[in-house]
């Protein structure tokens, strides 16, 4: 397969993917959204929280542990109502409990730096930044920023709107795909036309000689004549 052809097959697979998604946040999004930050939780847990786990030593690890744990149940929730421990719904307060546990956590160890128990550096602008961080929190778990409804809504036409740009794209890639069939299927029918017989002789024959230009077929006899 040429890689004309599956980039072609890719950017078709994306363009179909991204207009069955924004489809199904327009009209379903409410359902679909939870599902959603549950995906974005577990990514989460995987590329920031279990690092810091395993990457923190002494009490802080113990806080990291718990941070994780914390979250996964409130992955858990999201996935199965009957399991919902946290009162945390909607993206905002999703987004905003999760930036505010994260703050809390990087203050404790500041704070166990300082103490001594850690020898590494903690700044004090770094913890400025954490304690803003945990405002920005706490103001998106307390107040009406944007509604789930808005961000469904965004996700949805952003979504078709990437779909239009990746079916421009697949086709371009279609057409070069039609191009490049084109060019290799002159380029067979000419060599084709070209090549030798199965003898090794060209397939093309020379043309009569013309009357003005006719063989020479006169022999010379032993009495010195010409005949022919």
């Not at 929730?77 to 409990?97: E, Q, S, W």
Request: hydrophobic share 50%.
């Amino acid at each position: 397969m040429s890689r004309l052809l599956k980039n072609w097959i890719f950017t078709l697979c994306i363009t179909i993917v991204l207009v069955g998604f924004g489809i199904l946040m327009l009209i379903k999004g409410d359902d679909l959204m939870k599902y959603l930050i549950a995906v974005a939780l577990s990514v989460y847990i995987v590329l920031v929280l279990a690092d810091n786990v395993l990457h923190y030593r002494g009490t802080i690890q113990l806080v990291a542990l718990a941070e994780l744990i914390i979250i996964l149940a409130l992955m858990v929730g999201m996935l199965f109502d009957g399991l919902a421990f946290l009162p945390v719904d909607g993206v905002n307060v999703t987004i905003g409990f999760v930036m505010w546990i994260r703050a809390v956590v990087e203050i404790i160890h500041g704070y166990l730096i300082k103490s001594g128990e850690n020898k590494q550096s903690f700044t004090f602008p770094r913890l400025l930044a954490y304690i803003a961080f945990l405002s920005l929190g706490v103001a998106l778990m307390t107040s009406n920023f944007i509604t789930d409804t808005a961000i469904r809504v965004i996700v949805g036409v952003g979504s078709e709107l990437a779909a239009i740009v990746f079916g421009y794209v697949t086709y371009k890639n279609r057409r070069a795909v039609q191009n490049a069939h084109g060019w290799l299927l002159k380029r067979k029918k000419a060599s084709d036309t070209a090549s030798p017989d199965d003898n090794g002789v060209s397939s093309t024959t020379a043309a009569p000689a013309s009357g003005g230009d006719k063989a020479d077929n006169s022999v010379i006899t032993d009495n010195g004549g010409i005949s022919g």
